[in-house]
């Protein structure tokens, strides 16, 4: 911790010179942590991860212990006010959280805060300010009637309740609910147990989680594959190997179980009396998987999602905290669950985009999970069907095990993938190009089959762009430098993605008053409408951020698999990993969307979309088939799609990477600079730049870049005009070198500009 967070005023006049000092992240926007002095009649009570309250010139704050340590007291050092009840982090979690914003130039406050859970106004009360934490409003606990089994020893009972007995013995505790579930009824039967002191009845609090069910069915684990039995010896020699500190990269295709390699590591771990987390890319659209490990652990897991309100995060944070529950599920934010005795770290779907935050702390999930499970001595597990080009080329120079799952768990076959090329084949009856005739004869043979087909179109709204045709305007955003979507449901409004701002359809062009307005392209709406005409007949459903957010994804995915829908339209949520066993038709709208878009990850980023998508087709008894319409079927992306052929992919694409300079083989920080004015928003990234290549100059000869300044691709949005900046190096150490010039610049430029540092960026926008 001191490396990383030196106090702040180390080596000015000393004062005394060995007292005791805290570290502490406050919630202020400073990069390091503040230096307080602590007080003899705190001396018991400090820890690290403790609250403390302390004072900021006239302010009080409420901060956090990140360092604890004996030293010279900074001149002018103010004491540490009083130490907080309740909340704590773990000392491995403030160790973990230094460390990320060291890697990530954040200020630690920041930074922290990622970690804390809302706290009740009790713990608070102390405060004026408004402090670090949001308060929860109380709510009523659900309560739930447990039965819990005594130290009593029986003489002599019936069959019946012998066995009630034997299950609440084995459980030590358990609702009635599921022991009446299980017995059909045993109300009579565990009255007696209670007259007899066997057992009691009691109320407690039920978990307040909606995921929560009294009544669970629990799964019986199924006999693994051969591959899944290699792999779950390969993750327990890891895990048994306590320490080591292992990478592994589960490679395994769509449909071959790596779930169930996820299930049996979590419950290695858990034999150990270790604790698991395991992050998904977004939590609303796995509830199978969700309920699949509920089947198999019950309520021994906490499902972190945006859904909680504050109260119940609050709950499972303490359960985690104190050990109760000792798995956590969510997205990229249960990387900081206070999981006790953490033993192993699963990122699943490791290659999705999802994992990297895009504001305030810019980390990557899937990073941090590698350094969050080793510096406990853990293992973490990185598992997909099409690995990130970063993780392959780690398991390629030996610093992550890779495990192998090549067929699908349930012995089908990986659908068969046609191109449809575009340029040669004409539309169907519907005369919309983007509905060639190819793919509306598979959907017509896939609806007459009585099986489903997926639809994908990473494009919602109904129409991407509106254009006059009189005299060639497109109507764009007045705040952003973005077209306008157009969506017809929403009252037939033009609708910018990126600021929200809304205009209705205009009638005649504002430029040249022509009435010829043009609803150009194609997106999820419009598709929905289209089919809708075509496949009258059809049940037709639509999954996008327009029409699901958080249950409703759940209720469209529940009625997929209820099969009360025949085509499934949607943006890239349907590529995620749904389970769904009666779909056979797999269509790609426009393979070549994501092929456009102006960053060195394009083709990665669409290799991905394709195999993903191509893997919900034929995952039940019939076989499936995908159909990936282009313009473009000689592009290395799509002609690896087809055949399902990653390592091929890998190969090309790395040596691309290779020849180019770009990561894997190097790593690079963006400065991203933004500013109302456009000239003052240059001048600052310029200003980085020199910075820069100053602090490059002074170092020596070595293997560094800067790009830029120059505009984002998306040069304005919300009317603050954005330039970037870029490092690009393949050494760390110059690469930080950098990094840190332009931080120290960034704190003399004026307030009216905004600088984020982007370490390891991810999207080019
Ligand atoms: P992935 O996550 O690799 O795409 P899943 O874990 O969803 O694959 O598994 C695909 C299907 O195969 C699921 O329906 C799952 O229940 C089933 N499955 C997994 N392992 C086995 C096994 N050993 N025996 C039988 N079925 C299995
Ligand atoms: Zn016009
Ligand atoms: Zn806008």
Known sequence: MQDA??????GEAPGENDVALADVAAPVPLPRALTYLVPDKLASSIALGRRVLCTIGSRRIVGVV?????????????????????????????????????????????VVRLALPPVDREAARAVEEPTLFSTAKGVAARKVQWVTATDVVETSIKDNAARVLAVVRAHGALPLSRLQDQFGGARGTIKRLVEQGLVRVEEREAPRDPF??????????????????????????????????ATLLVHGVTGSGKTEVYLRAIARAKEQRRGSIMLVPEIALTPQLVGRFRARFGDDVAVLHSGL??????????????????????????????????GLVIVDEEHDPSFKQEEGVRYNARDMAILRAHQVGGVCILGSATPSLESEQLARTGKATKIVLPDRARAQELPKVEVVDLRRIGPGPTGDRRLSVVLHRAIEATLAAKEQTILFLNRRGFAPSVRCEGCGELSSCPHCTVALTFHKKRAGVMRCHWCEYEAPMPERCPKCDSDQIALE??????????????????RIARLDRDVASG??????????????????????????????????LVGVINADAALSIPDFRAPERAFQLLVQVAGRAGR?????????????????????????????????????????????????????VDAMDEREALAAAATLARAARAAHASAGAGPFEVLGPSPAPIAKVRNRFRFRVMLRSSSRERLRQGALAIHAAAAGLPRTVRVAIDVDPVGAL
């Open 212 to 245: 929560f069910a009294d009544t669970l069915a629990r799964d019986v684990p199924p006999e693994a594959t051969d591959a899944q039995r290699a792999a779950a010896d390969t993750i327990n020699a890891a895990l048994d190997a306590r320490g080591s500190g």
């Open 551 to 584: 249950k409703q994804v759940e209720k469209i995915l529940a009625r997929v698999r209820e099969r009360e829908v025949d085509i499934l339209v949607g943006t890239q949520m349907v590529t995620k990993g749904h389970d769904l066993p009666h779909v056979t």
């Open 5 to 10: 967070h030196p106090a702040a005023g180390t």
């Open 620 to 672: 039940g008894d019939s076989p499936g088939k995908v159909l990936v319409q282009t313009f473009d079927p000689d592009h290395h992306a799509i002609v690896h799609a087809v055949r399902h052929d990653v390592m091929g992919f890998f190969d090309r694409e790395l040596r691309d990477r290779k020849e180019l300079g770009y990561p894997p083989f190097s790593r690079m920080i963006f400065a991203r």
């Open 521 to 538: 392209g194609l997106g999820t709406e419009r598709l929905e409408e289209t089919l809708r005409e075509a496949f009258p007949e059809a």
């Open 66 to 110: 990140v360092g604890l340590r004996r030293g010279a007291s900074p001149a002018k050092a103010k004491p540490v006010l009083e130490v907080l009840e309740g909340v704590d982090l773990p000392d491995d979690l403030v160790t973990f959280l230094g460390r990320l914003a060291s890697y990530y130039l954040a200020p630690i406050g920041e």
């Open 309 to 342: 309100t504050q109260r119940e995060r609050f709950d499972m944070w303490t359960r985690l905290r104190g050990g109760e529950v000792d798995v956590a599920i969510g997205a990229r934010s249960a990387l900081f669950a206070p999981i006790k005795d953490l």
